[in-house]
């Protein structure tokens, strides 16, 4: 059709081409002389004429009376056309058009609720998973809490004999990487049941209702199946708090996580099916997913403790040919706030290194080149353009971090100092392990501070005020945040009393310079208490500083040496 009507728009336009075009008196000479056929009378400025030898031409409309009966007199054929018959060729364009139009939209529109329906449905089939509590190692707690969830799918009528309406919905949440998903594919795997897994951002979409659709779409999978788990990931990517509630969202977003409260609702009781959600942020979630009878069971999956560390690193290492050297109770201990996909990271990469030298099994070097990769990137090899003054410079202030640490609390380990750069543009670091405690004091999170700010605190105290560098800028921006949570979120300072800051975001109280001026006078404060510190302790942070420079890297054993040294002296 669409072909049609741009040649049509082409025949059309030709007819006014110039050279059709004769002038009147040619055509009063050409009718004198018989050789005028056919004329086309009509109201237009021109009309058309055809010639004995079927030429057509236009010429100039006469308009005068007794013009049609001229013609007959000579014998000319008139055929008459008025005005509206003319334009009936652009009105049969413009009628194309429109059903052009019309056509394409009604096909277009077709093809968008065909897409919608196709989009509205999760491109995901049940799978049964072998995974069980077995292949989770540490969280023991969170085992037990959904310890009970299995049993109610496995055996829900026991539970209906007894009258308990046990949660339809668990969220557990937690830091990444603490083995939340693995948790959920344990559940469905410990009971026996298909395992729906869906993450929340294929809920968030353009089209109007299709995130609710899709909604419906799974549950009612799971409802066909019977006894199942369905698994959300990253809920609150639709589950965020809806704008009455402080936090912005959008109309969408809020059709989605209704879809999603009626779904839960909509569950008959112990019927065997459970949704099971994962998410790092349980502070942005709305208080409807909280609530009983939708995700009324929260499990808390934590950071490993050293124990469950031992436990993972076991695990993990099960299928990798370990060195007898190897202490995994030591590395445990040395891998404090590392999640269990960071430990299997770990192993991983020391796996790699290994196999990068042809090694025959995994060796303690390996796992301390890994340990380096995981922490802050691979070692740079080509360090050429290292001046002295470069290495002098990060010597002292690595050596100020671990001096720091070491002085301010002896229960403090620093394992490894270094001033080997790395890929991800650090140029050394220090590691500190503190005391494994279940809560940090006042007294901890100050001395963390101040360890943040030792590195500062030594290049201002060697080279200068003015000759500070830019290598502390990921140290300000810790130290920054410790203290901003003790002023505005922990209570713990003394002008700010017990307030939290997030609170009055919500209530749009707005005490944002203060706390921030509060914040800086704590830093300042510190600061100054840490070069206090490293003046009196100068020899030390010489010591450390030169011997760095001169091994590049102090393990656990060369800092305790440099300590002991003066403090026998």
Do not use: W
């Not at 002389?33 to 058309?48: A, C, H, R, S």
């Not at 192993?347 to 025959?360: D, Q, S, W």
């Not at 001395?447 to 605190?457: E, F, T």
Request: net charge neutral.
């Amino acid at each position: 059709m669409s072909i049609t009507l741009v040649s049509s728009i082409f025949v059309y336009n030709k007819n006014y081409n110039k050279d059709n075009i004769i002038p009147y008196t040619l055509f009063l000479k050409h009718l004198n002389n018989g050789l005028v056929k056919e004329v086309y009378l009509n109201d237009t400025p021109k009309i058309k004429i055809v010639l004995d030898n079927n030429n057509e031409l236009l010429t100039d409309n006469p308009r005068t009376e007794g013009f049609k009966e001229a013609l007959l007199m000579h014998g000319v054929d008139v055929i008459e056309k008025n005005q509206i018959e003319n334009q009936i060729l652009p009105l049969l364009i413009l009628i194309s058009l429109a059903f052009t139009l019309v056509y394409f939209r009604k096909n277009i529109s077709k093809q968008a609720e065909k897409e919608m329906a196709s989009m509205s449905v999760i491109e995901n089939s049940d799978y049964s998973t072998q995974i069980g509590f077995k292949d989770v190692a540490g969280n023991k707690e969170a085992k037990a809490s959904l310890g009970e969830i299995i049993d109610y799918i496995k055996n829900p009528e026991i539970y209906k004999e007894f009258g308990v309406r046990l949660p339809r919905g668990v969220l557990l949440y937690g830091s990444p990487g603490t083995g939340k998903t693995l948790l959920a594919k344990a559940v469905a795997g410990e009971a026996n049941v298909p395992f729906y897994p869906v993450s929340g951002s294929d809920f968030v979409q353009v089209y109007a209702g299709l995130g609710a659709s899709r909604i419906r779409d799974l549950f009612k999978k799971a409802k066909e199946a019977g006894k199942s788990v369905i698994f959300i990931d990253e809920i609150d990517c639709i589950g965020k708090k809806r704008r009455n509630n402080g936090i912005s969202g959008s109309e969408e977003g809020d059709r989605t996580l209704n879809a999603l409260l009626a779904e839960m609702s909509g569950f008959k009781e112990n019927e065997g099916i459970v949704v099971v959600a994962a998410t790092n942020r349980i502070d942005v979630l709305d208080e409807a997913l909280l609530r009983p009878g939708r995700f009324d069971r929260q499990v808390e999956v934590e950071l490993p403790d050293i124990n469950a560390r031992y436990e993972i690193l076991k695990l993990h290492s099960k299928n990798k040919p370990l060195s007898n050297e190897v202490d995994l109770k030591k590395l445990a201990a040395e891998t404090i706030y590392f999640s269990g996909a960071k430990l299997e990271n770990l192993l991983n990469e020391a796996a790699m290194f290994a196999i990068r030298v042809k090694a025959k099994r995994i060796t303690n070097e390996h796992i301390n080149k890994a340990y380096y990769k995981v922490l802050v990137g691979d070692e740079k090899l080509d360090r050429s353009y290292i001046t002295n003054k470069d290495k002098e410079i990060t010597a002292y202030h690595e050596a100020g971090h671990a001096l720091i640490a070491k002085l301010i609390d002896k229960t403090n380990r620093v394992t490894k100092v270094s001033i080997i750069p790395s890929t991800s543009g650090v140029g050394g670091f220090s590691l500190n392990i503190p005391e494994e405690k279940m809560y940090k004091t006042k007294k901890d999170l100050y001395s963390n501070i101040m360890i943040a700010l030792g590195g500062r605190a030594a290049e201002e105290i060697v080279f200068g005020k003015d000759n500070i560098t830019t290598g502390a800028s990921s140290d300000l921006e810790k130290a920054t945040d410790i203290a901003l949570s003790l002023v505005g979120n922990l209570g713990m300072d003394d002008d700010f009393g017990l307030i939290n800051l997030n609170v009055l975001m919500s209530k749009d109280i707005r005490e944002n310079k203060k706390i921030v001026m509060r914040t800086k006078e704590i830093l300042e404060e510190l600061y100054e208490e840490t070069i206090e510190i490293l003046i009196k302790s100068r020899a030390l942070l010489d010591k450390m500083s030169n011997e760095l420079i001169i091994r590049e890297t102090l393990y656990e054993n060369d800092i305790n040496r440099i300590c002991s040294s003066f403090e026998a002296a």
